[in-house]
């Protein structure tokens, strides 16, 4: 049974940082697409960052060069490091995993609908 459990939420101030975690009861960081996305108060659920089995990274615009998503194969754990972060990076932020490759070209890479996901994290951004 697949399980994603995520980690590393709080409250921080404008400009701040954090790391998010999301670690898998299987092994499955090594070969599905795995990715972040986030849910802000009163929005839809968007795509935050993915990375494929290879280790190719995929951002959202509002996010490139500021968030870095990354994973340990070996701890099967996948995480986002997050800086300069700002209010309208607050949401509800989960992890997923899909199987297969992520296909950036498709729009899959970031599109809210994997097939599991854990429950989720709060990151709250206030100034």
């Known amino acids: 049974q697949i399980e994603l459990v995520e980690s590393g939420g709080g409250s921080v101030h404008t400009g701040g940082s954090l790391r998010l975690s999301c670690t898998v009861s299987?092994?499955?960081?090594?070969?599905?697409?795995m990715a972040w996305f986030r849910r802000a108060p009163g929005k839809e659920r968007e795509g935050v960052a993915s990375?494929?089995?290879?280790?190719?990274?995929f951002y959202a615009d509002s996010v490139k060069g500021r968030f870095t998503i990354s994973k340990d194969n070996t701890r099967h754990t996948l995480y986002l490091q997050m800086s300069d972060l700002k209010e309208e990076d607050t949401g509800m932020y989960t992890c997923?995993?899909?199987?297969?490759?992520?296909?950036?070209?498709?729009?899959?890479?970031?599109?809210?609908?994997?097939?599991?996901w854990g429950t989720g994290t709060q990151v709250t951004v206030s100034s």
């Open positions: 997923a995993a899909e199987a297969g490759l992520c296909l950036p070209g498709s729009g899959r890479h970031l599109r809210p609908d994997f097939g599991y």
């Open positions: 299987v092994d499955i960081i090594s070969s599905y697409c």
């Open positions: 990375i494929d089995s290879d280790g190719s990274t």
